[in-house]
């Protein structure tokens, strides 16, 4: 047990490391490029299912809407009769 506690922290001090590695700025570049590039993906693909599903949401949404206006309009005219 005190072994492996001893080993841990000899592990965890060695693994300290003051000097903090920067990324080059040939790195930086390739790393905003990959970024970029994943980005318009991700935008392209987010664009098409917002689109494709917009179309079904909205035709349900107003077919709700309808049915609800159709009852209250129908109420509305028991009322006054």
């Known amino acids: 047990m005190r072994c492996s506690l001893v080993l841990i922290i000899l592990i965890g001090l060695y693994s300290c490391d003051d000097k903090s590695k920067q990324l080059t700025p040939e790195e ?3 790393v905003d490029t990959l970024y970029q590039n994943d980005l318009v993906k991700q935008r392209t693909l987010i664009d098409t299912l917002c689109a494709t599903r917009r179309d079904s949401i909205f035709g349900s949404a107003s077919d709700s ?9 129908e109420e509305l005219f028991m009322i006054k009769k």
């Open 65 to 73: 809407l309808y049915k609800q206006n159709i009852s209250e309009i």
């Open 28 to 30: 930086r570049y390739t």
